[in-house]
């Protein structure tokens, strides 16, 4: 009996749809374990098909498809060490998530998935059929057991493979980021090892899909919890590994183990690969957006140049005549650090044409939201005429805590086609381009350096649309109201909890108000990437009619 086992972890970016693109890349990475010796070669859950893939699996032609690219998989690897690759399987007419075990040119074991999330981002209850509990497949006389993703969070499909013979587990994950994610991950994967007494092999995808980035960071651990190997997170990495036999069973042997950065630069990062995955993967290869001298089109605009690079990103300042000289000097100065393309197209113009056009309409009205919102509509048809004329993405800036009470202008500063900081609350902002002046990292496209000038960091943020105005005129401060958006949205909690806590309640039902009535901007707003297990979206789905509200 064979005293060692390899293992090559490949935690690599595969895309929804692009079928024979993951085989090509499974294929590249079965080569490499090839190379290297390997007894078996493992990628994530879903990785033929990609992952989140929703309704789209539950066509028969894609299934069809899926399937056909496994069964050439097989054929192609049959001389070299086993593949493991997650895809769906369809059997008695029931669909299923399933991990197949190609060994000999041929299937030769696969496993279904067990507990199906159906929370936050996932709705597998309404796509996937549940499999029974099973037993481990065999690799070269090795007994793995593989609890697919949810699986493994769960203590019944682990302990069932331990009382049937597994001597490791190998956990397949499509695992998205959230923030601070990893030690929930840890938590529940020192749990099964403690369970079961077994070495776990945690391997997860990387690469954004829509609103979600999943970021890798697979490691081992070995019975009593100790971290054997660590892989880097967001990154495309491919490690290969030696188990052990001991006189206690299999043991993996010490390899890298690499430092996970804070939640910050996590964050950061999250925002970045997400534009530069729905930019790479739906065919875009540049950007425009609306440059106003405001923090939140200062970070996203770093951001796009981040995940671009400066020369892919244009910033367009569209002023008016409520535009200040200071935002005007800070959306040029910002755009001239990071070297980005900037435009200068005054509205005054177009807005004076709209004006007179309805002039007899609006006879005898007070000036007043109309007018100020005809300003950002006008933005928002003239930085699309632009999308169209240059084949440029136009990306929306609008931050959660706008997102969340709607002080934002349907059709105006919300059209665009993806929103980096979405799930990013306006004091978060405020630290993140601290963070981002005081950092640089190799996958930073932008220059290092303060990108963003300090000046449109410290001063009071305003949508300059009438004279002298300021967001608190409309809105709580702030502080004020981040905190109770979390606690309202991210929490749960109630108006009454909110007031035990300390915070006014007119306030409280106002934001709560602000809140509810916004519903139907949320459900018209582009995608974003998702930071928080309560993103507005996938997360969090509210009616649009709704007139219940928390009187407690």
Not at 46 to 59: A, P, R, S, W
Not at 315 to 337: F, H, I, W
Not at 528 to 544: E, K, M, N, V
Request: aromatic share 8%.
């Amino acid at each position: 009996m064979t005293d060692r086992f390899r293992l090559t972890l490949a935690q690599l970016n595969p895309t929804v749809g692009a079928l024979s693109e993951n085989a090509a890349k499974a294929r590249a990475a079965w080569a490499e374990g090839k190379d290297a010796g390997s007894d078996m070669v493992a990628l994530t859950e879903m990785f033929i098909t990609g992952y989140n893939t929703q309704d789209l699996v539950m066509k028969p032609a894609f299934q069809q498809a899926a399937r056909a690219e496994i069964e050439q998989l097989a054929l192609d690897c049959a001389d070299g060490p086993a593949l493991g690759i997650g895809g769906p399987h369809v059997q008695d007419g029931k669909l299923y998530n399933a991990y197949f075990i190609l060994k000999g040119g041929k299937i030769s074991s696969r496993v279904l998935k067990h507990h199906l999330p159906n929370e936050t981002v996932f709705d597998e209850v309404r796509i996937f059929d549940a499999g029974p509990l099973g037993g481990p497949y065999s690799v070269n006389n090795t007994r793995i057991g593989s609890p697919i993703c949810e699986d493994s969070w769960h203590e019944d499909v682990a302990e069932t493979l331990a009382e049937t013979g597994a001597e490791f587990l190998l956990v397949p994950n499509g695992s998205p980021y959230f923030r601070n994610k990893m030690d929930v991950r840890m938590a529940h994967m020192v749990a099964r090892v403690v369970e079961t007494e077994l070495p776990l092999i945690y391997l997860n995808m990387v690469g954004g899909q829509d609103d979600q980035v999943f970021d890798g960071g697979s490691f081992i651990l070995n019975p009593g919890g100790e971290l054997a190997l660590q892989m880097p997170v967001f990154d495309e990495a491919i490690t290969h590994v030696d188990f052990l036999r001991t006189d206690d069973g299999w043991r993996a042997e010490k390899a890298d183990l690499a430092t996970l950065p804070d939640e910050w630069e996590q964050d950061y990062r999250c925002m970045v690969e997400s534009l530069r995955d729905y930019m790479g993967k739906t065919g875009f290869k540049k950007v425009l957006l609306g440059m106003s001298g405001g923090i939140d089109s200062a970070i996203v605009a770093t951001i796009a140049a981040d995940a671009l690079g400066s020369e892919n990103v244009r910033c367009v300042m569209l002023p008016s005549e409520y535009t200040s000289q200071g935002s005007l000097e800070d959306a040029k100065d910002c755009a001239n650090r990071l070297g980005c393309h900037y435009d200068f197209v005054p509205i005054k113009e177009g807005r004076d044409a709209i004006t007179n056009t309805l002039s007899d309409l609006f006879a005898g009205h007070d000036e007043g939201l109309a007018e100020e919102n005809i300003q950002s509509r006008l933005r928002g048809l003239l930085l699309m005429a632009m999308s169209n004329k240059f084949g440029e993405m136009l990306l929306t800036t609008g931050n959660k805590s706008e997102v969340a009470v709607g002080y934002a202008t349907i059709y105006g500063d919300m059209s665009g086609g993806y929103n980096p900081i979405k799930d990013l609350y306006k004091t978060r902002v405020f630290e993140q381009c601290r963070w981002r002046n005081a950092n640089h990292r190799p996958w930073m496209a932008a220059p290092a350096g303060e990108v963003i000038p300090v000046a449109i960091i410290d001063k009071p943020p305003s949508a300059e649309l009438r004279p002298d105005q300021k967001d608190s005129d409309s809105l709580p401060d702030y502080p004020v109201l981040d905190a109770i958006l979390t606690g309202l949205v991210d929490d749960e909690k109630s108006v009454a909890d909110l007031v035990v806590e300390g915070f006014d309640r007119d306030v409280v039902k106002k934001v709560e108000h602000l809140m509810y009535i916004s519903e139907y901007k949320r459900f018209q707003s582009a995608p974003g990437a998702r930071l928080t297990p309560r993103a507005f979206w996938l997360d969090r789905r509210y009616p649009i009619v709704n007139r219940w509200r928390d009187n407690s």
